[in-house]
């Protein structure tokens, strides 16, 4: 059980800790894409992402990354940090896909020759648009060392799970990551999911994340309890 819901998120509740320093954070099965509009309740989705996500931050935590998890409690529930979350995403792509595709016009599926680190200004209100540097720090959301912090961890993030996940048969096209604030460190916080990252699969490039659910592919599912099985095999 969870104590009082101080904020209720799109995909998460999050409820008043054990003590001052935590908070708990429940998965809900709810499911958002378009910045709200479109929504659905998936059986399961819960479960799967907090498992999911619970699987990654402590493989992470073993490889040196901080992270925000202090415990899980039950199968969709956990203890964390209570971190002042910095207003930005922090999103990498590998691989061309979505709102970078269209944008620039490059077909789906395109190798980068290069990681591509972007930010986003964390603000439902203006549809989390696309942020460079000197705005974070022209506008005191993050300073510069913040940033460069924020770089340097979202990247080494990203070899170790597209390592990881290479070893599943399953391709990281991109993900988005939130850190946040606790004394004087910066954390992982949030969650890595298949609501947060793009997965396909290896050999036959199909979706096994949230655009299942976008591009009304079906399934949705059925996607993520693969990810999450594919995972558990090579952790
Ligand atoms: N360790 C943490 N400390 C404080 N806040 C956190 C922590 N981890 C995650 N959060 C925040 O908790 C909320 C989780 O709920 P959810 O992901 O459902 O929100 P959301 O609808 O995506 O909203 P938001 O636009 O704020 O991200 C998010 O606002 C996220 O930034
Ligand atoms: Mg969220």
Redesign the pocket.
């Known amino acids: 059980m969870t104590g009082e819901v101080l904020y209720e998120?799109?995909?998460?509740l999050v409820c008043r800790g054990e003590d001052e320093s935590t908070y708990i954070i429940k998965f809900k099965n709810t499911a958002t894409a378009f910045n709200g509009l479109k929504k659905e309740e998936l059986e399961d989705k819960g479960k799967l992402n907090a498992e999911i996500s619970n699987l990654l931050f402590g493989y992470l935590t073993k490889n040196g990354i901080k992270t925000h998890l202090v415990k899980v409690i039950d199968d969709t529930t956990v203890v964390v940090k209570k971190a002042e979350i910095i207003l930005v995403e922090v999103i990498i792509r590998n691989v061309a896909a979505g709102s970078f595709s269209k944008k620039y016009g490059v077909d789906e599926g395109t190798k980068l020759n290069n990681t591509v680190v972007e930010f986003s200004y964390k603000s439902d209100a203006l549809g989390d648009p696309l942020i460079n540097d000197s705005h974070i720090t022209a506008l005191g959301i993050a300073t510069q060392a913040e940033l460069e912090q924020l770089k340097v961890m979202a990247l080494e993030i990203n070899d170790l799970m597209s390592a990881l996940f290479l070893k599943a048969g399953i391709k990281l096209i991109d993900f988005k990551l939130e850190f946040g604030r606790c004394e004087g460190e910066i954390l992982l916080c949030?969650e890595i999911s298949p609501d947060s990252c793009r997965f396909w699969d290896a050999k036959t490039n199909e979706k096994m994340d949230k655009d299942r659910f976008r591009r009304d592919l079906g399934n949705v599912m059925d996607g993520y309890r693969d990810v999450l099985n594919r995972l558990k095999k090579v952790l």
Do not use: E, T
């Open positions: 998120g799109k995909s998460k949030d």
